[in-house]
């Protein structure tokens, strides 16, 4: 690659991040407002964001449906601890 | 699929503020309830007859009130029968509620604190002011609502003793700023990877740092809105968002890791 082309190449990267800084800057409020961000014009052309955006949602969903229905047993103990505290006036 | 709770109405109504002033716990921050359609709401649903019996409980005739029409109010249930007794002080009443919820307090402590020594003394001393207060729970909420909200103070409690800030947990628990823009260009999409499923996350989840564990788990997993969770940690709303952007942001990182290591062999 000569090098004006890695200058543009560079220069295009750079306005790209740019674009990018901008629009992940934005995400934190809009995405907790409840805006769609696939309706923004940055989504259509950028690649990155889409993943990015993309990976958010699925992490989100998954944590939604995937933690629920477990739930954890605590051990046997717990009640003889609990009932000693109350015996004691802790409670 | 989005990114913020859109879960309809509450099915069982959260606490009207507080219970007649009083609040299941010791911080003036749980006293808020509003509008906010959540997710805890419907995971309550389960014991949603000892909840209602709670009002029940509060009737004159617990064998059943004849209403205006004549026809007999249904009896009051089992559950209600229960807390109405473990209320009045009796102690296999209370093993009884024991029983019913310790599995969802535990939980709750589980997720929020990521350790599993914290979450059974704190699943105690949830247990133990529950056994203080439960003569005052009236019934203006669900009562798991009721007991879900005091442990997730009793855990906030116990981590503002701890030092940590729930005001600042930007500065506190990630000094580092942000260089750049997230990059995953070549990097295997999480979707399509099928990377994620329960015990993968739940290790992701394990390894947050404690403060964006905290939001993480208030709102993607128990269902809170953000101005619940500004309410419940003193802070901004706008805060809240933050907050759980980068929480949500650090478990990306850490599901990739592994998916990463796969396209690097």
Redo the contacts between chains.
Sequence with gaps: MTEPEEDYRNLTEDLNDAECVKFQASMPERIGAGEDLQDDPHMLTCERCRSLVRELEYIAEAARQLFPAEEEEPREELWTNIQLAIERGEA | ????N?AGPPDIDLAKGTLQGKSPDESPHMTKADDGAS?HSE?DERSSSLEEGAAQAQAPAAGGTPTKDGAAAPALSADAVILARAQAGD?AAF?QL?ALH???V??LC??MLGNVAE??DL??ES???L??KIATFRGDSAFSTWLHRLTINVVLMHLRRKGLNLISLDEALDPSPDH??????GAP???LSGS???MT??KA?ESLPAGYRLI?VLH??E?YE?NEIATLLDCS??N???Q???A??K??EA?RAPADEEVAK
Aim: glycine content about 6%; overall charge positive; proline content about 2%.
């Design positions: 699929m989005g990114l913020s859109s997710k995971q102690h093993a024991y310790k599995r969802r535990y939980s589980l997720r979450a059974e699943t105690q247990f133990l002011q056994h203080r750049g823009p997230a990059r995953s260009f999409d999480l979707r994620i499923d329960r996350l739940e989840v993480f993607d997993i269902g953000h709303i706008g809240s968002k933050s759980l952007h980068k949500r942001m478990l990306r599901l």
